[in-house]
């Protein structure tokens, strides 16, 4: 198993470009999130789906999009980059029926927006 | 939990001794709790769970304790190794969202 990936790694966007970021998870982990993480801080719910078609708001959904057409796909949408969306945005999983809240997390993707 | 600050408070721990990491939740209805170990540059990693019915988990050289009456949560780490270095963040699950308190940064001394 990859378990879960994501691409790319590292981007520059200028303010008011777009782009998605991927994840995906071959686990087939019915659960997926997005959070992201600014520089020495803890990590914040963007998005989250607890299944195929399913999506719901985190803490700071704002300028974000998320779709859910697959088990194994979560990619996570930004339309208008603004300077306040440079992070490091993590994208994790986890199987709902295993008994634990143990979620797998991708290595991250570093955005920076100017 | 809340990211407060632009700091993460930082824990000392002389190798060998046993580390107490802390950490306050606001949620009475959360009923889940999760602690991560996240290294430099990489994603957090699972270390422990606990329901909110237990009050006490243990696991490999780990311990985790939950005091629901004054919402706190604390990670143990027995004889403290260089590798457990890294930053630990503790989660809570609210209706199926798990959300992250701010972390305490490890360190070991030699």
């Known amino acids: 198993n990859a378990g879960v990936t994501q691409t790319p790694k590292f981007r520059i966007l200028k303010i008011g470009q777009s782009m998605t970021l991927q994840c995906a998870q071959d686990?087939?982990?019915?659960?997926m999130y997005w959070y992201r993480q600014d520089p020495g801080m803890g990590l914040k719910l963007i998005y989250y789906?607890?299944?195929?078609?399913?999506?719901d708001k985190g803490e700071v959904p704002n300028g974000y999009n998320v779709s859910r057409s697959t088990t194994e796909d979560f990619p996570l949408r930004l339309e208008l980059a603004a300077p306040s969306q440079t992070s490091v945005y993590f994208c994790?999983?986890?199987?709902?029926?295993?008994?634990?809240?143990?979620?797998?997390f991708g290595p991250g993707t570093r955005l920076t927006v100017t | 939990g809340e990211n407060v600050g632009l700091h993460l408070p930082t824990l000392s721990v002389q190798e060998g001794d046993n580390s107490i990491i802390n950490c306050a939740y606001s949620?009475?209805?959360?009923?889940?709790f999760i602690w991560y170990k996240q290294e430099s540059g990489k994603g957090p990693q699972f270390i422990i769970d606990?329901?909110?019915?237990?009050d006490k988990r243990q696991g490999q050289r780990v311990t985790v304790l939950l005091n629901k009456t004054v919402k706190h949560l604390s990670l143990q780490i027995a004889a403290t190794q260089p590798g457990d270095s890294a930053v630990y963040f503790c989660?809570?699950?609210?209706?199926?969202?798990?959300?992250f308190g701010k972390g305490t940064r490890l360190h070991i001394l030699p």
């Open positions: 949620n009475s209805a959360s009923d889940y």
């Open positions: 686990m087939n982990h019915n659960y």
């Open positions: 789906s607890v299944g195929a078609g399913i999506t």
């Open positions: 606990i329901r909110s019915n237990m």
């Open positions: 994790a999983s986890y199987d709902s029926s295993s008994g634990t809240y143990e979620q797998y």
């Open positions: 989660a809570e699950n609210r209706d199926d969202k798990i959300i």
